[in-house]
């Protein structure tokens, strides 16, 4: 039963809106056409702002330079308990999602899912988010030029939560 009605519950949201939509008298293809439209705009509009971060991820990644910054950070993170496995993922998870995953993965395969660093990994991919390209992607679509600090507030917590899941980690480990 439970099954049904998990596989039966969007299909059903969707066709109560159709319905009601009719009921009330709105054209609902045009109504789902235009709404095509603009997110077709919206996707054409935040395309460049993608690029960009993806081309910027990738000169990172190809130049090294997230090597070097884990080797500049490696004493301090190693003072306050955070090991230098786990630095590069601290560095790219803010600016990309799938450069963090593949870094995930690449680890987890490396010192297995039971371990600290397998357990901080997995709990710093669930407790942050890419940062960084999805405020370029929403003030992109939104045409924001003035962020103020959403940039720094979001920089912050982010990093606060993959800190955070460093700490209880090796709490409860």
Do not use: W
């Not at 960009?52 to 070097?68: K, Q, R």
């Not at 992607?137 to 460093?166: E, P, Q």
């Amino acid at each position: 039963m439970m099954d049904f009605l998990s596989n039966a519950a969007i299909p059903a949201v969707v066709l109560l809106i159709v319905v009601t939509a009719y009921i009330r008298g709105v054209p609902v293809f045009d109504a789902f056409v235009e709404g095509a439209k603009e997110g077709a705009r919206t996707a054409f509009d935040i395309l460049p702002v993608m690029v960009g971060i993806l081309a910027g991820v990738a000169v990172l990644n190809g130049s090294g330079l997230i090597d070097m910054l884990t080797g500049l950070l490696q004493k301090p993170a190693e003072a306050i308990g955070i090991p230098r496995e786990i630095l590069p993922l601290l560095l790219i998870r803010p600016f990309s999602g799938s450069a963090s995953l593949g870094l995930f993965s690449e680890q987890i395969t490396r010192v297995g899912p039971d371990t600290f660093l397998g357990r901080a990994l997995s709990t710093i991919m669930g407790s942050s988010e890419t940062v960084l390209y999805t405020l370029a992607v929403y003030f992109g679509a939104a045409n924001v030029k003035n962020t103020r600090h959403a940039v720094a507030a979001s920089l912050i917590s982010s990093y606060a939560g993959m800190l955070a899941a460093i700490f209880i980690c090796r709490i409860i480990e």
